[in-house]
């Protein structure tokens, strides 16, 4: 069993003005891949380093498989971490990169190379095994550094932005691999990303960070879905959900001076309303429980085609289907989904229930 469990973890840099990590707690399941998503700086990779145990909390435990580790030195945590850097040693080939940890750990000549041939053929570095990292593309370089990483069958595997350098066909293809080899392998993984469709495809359950902490902690699609507050919903899709700003009253939403039915249970006063550009049914024809809007851009993306709408003065994207007919300039008729309409405190960010 590796489950990993965190409490209460912070950590403030020597001379940091605001904490790195505050107050974070979370489980991950044995064998589970959680995704901690953020924006740059929110502590992703500060999380991870203190889990590895390359970085000291200031307070909190962290546990795995039960056990308390939060005073363990790294090499006695049985872990690995392929690092935001993918530092790889310069001077050795790639077969010798990747069992360099075997061989620290005195493994024998024969299961060394029997296991770098395994996770060479996992990452597709079959041929490349004589070569230096210098002879290799970044790519490549972090197709060995993940190696490097499973080729030690870690309880827990730590990965900081492994596909970064994975040009966008090789990450869409490397990533699917890896959900399966981290599937068949039965890891318990952290796997930090600052890529939302990634965090979105990869893991089972996502957590979104902010400024050191975590905001909402959930399957990738609740998070989607349901965001907890305009920061998660802005930050986790592509497009970011859409927040308007409304008033709510009478069982009806006003908007820029038109009204649409309020879903049931919608209390009076003001609200960001929030929607999913998928969520919202245009059409080129008046309907009478639709919001009447103007076609601005138009960007056709193969599967479909977002159009970004003004209704009065508000901006919104509104995802089409490819062969839906629309010209910048052109009137249309927004109706948002009822059932997947969110409320938004206009004062707080947060959502309401
Ligand atoms: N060694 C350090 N000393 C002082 N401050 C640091 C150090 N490392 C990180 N920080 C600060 O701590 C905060 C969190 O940094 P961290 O590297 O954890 O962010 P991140 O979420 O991994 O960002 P990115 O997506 O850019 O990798 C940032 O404000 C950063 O400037
Ligand atoms: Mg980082």
């Not at 203190?50 to 039960?66: K, N, Q, S, V």
């Not at 580790?69 to 050795?92: G, N």
């Not at 879905?225 to 009253?249: C, H, Q, R, Y």
């Amino acid at each position: 069993m590796a489950e990993v469990e965190i409490t209460g973890l912070e950590k403030t840099y020597p001379g940091g003005a605001r904490p790195a990590v505050r107050a974070v707690s979370a489980t991950v399941a044995d064998g589970e891949l959680l995704v901690l998503l953020g924006p740059s700086g929110c502590g992703k990779t500060t999380l991870l380093r203190m889990i590895a145990g390359l970085e000291t909390p200031d307070a909190g435990t962290i546990r795995i498989g039960g056990a308390d580790i939060t005073h363990l030195p790294p090499r006695e945590r049985d872990l690995s971490m392929v690092f935001q850097s993918y530092a790889v040693f310069p001077h050795r080939t790639v077969a010798r990169n990747i069992g360099f940890g075997l061989a620290m750990r005195k493994t024998a000549r024969r299961e060394i190379e029997a296991k770098v041939e395994w996770a060479a053929g996992l990452l597709r570095l079959e041929d490349l095994l004589d070569r230096y990292p210098a002879q290799l593309s970044g790519g490549q370089r972090q197709r060995v550094a993940v190696a490097r990483a499973i080729v030690m069958e870690p309880d827990v595997l730590l990965m900081d932005e492994p596909l970064s350098n994975l040009d966008a066909l090789l990450r869409l293809q490397f990533r699917a691999e890896l959900k399966k080899l981290l599937a068949d392998l039965g890891t318990t993984c952290v796997y930090v990303t600052h890529d939302q469709v990634e965090a979105l495809s990869l893991g089972e359950r996502v957590a979104v960070m902010d400024e050191g902490e975590i905001v909402q902690a959930g399957a990738p699609l609740e998070v989607y879905d349901a965001p907890a507050s305009i920061f998660v919903g802005g930050f986790l899709g592509s497009p970011p959900m859409n927040f308007l700003e409304a008033v709510v009253d009478g069982g009806a939403i006003e908007l820029e001076g038109q009204r649409i039915p309020a879903p049931p249970g919608w209390t009076a006063g003001p609200v960001l309303i929030g929607v999913r550009a998928e969520t919202i049914i245009a059409s080129g024809t008046e309907a009478a429980d639709a919001l009447r809007a103007a076609a601005e851009v138009v960007e056709p993306l193969g599967s479909a085609t977002l159009v970004t709408a003004l209704v009065g003065g508000q901006r919104l994207k509104v995802q089409v289907p490819a062969d839906f007919t629309v010209a910048p300039g052109d009137r249309l008729w927004l109706r948002p989904r009822p059932d997947r309409l969110g409320r938004y405190d206009p004062r707080t960010g947060l959502a309401l229930t």
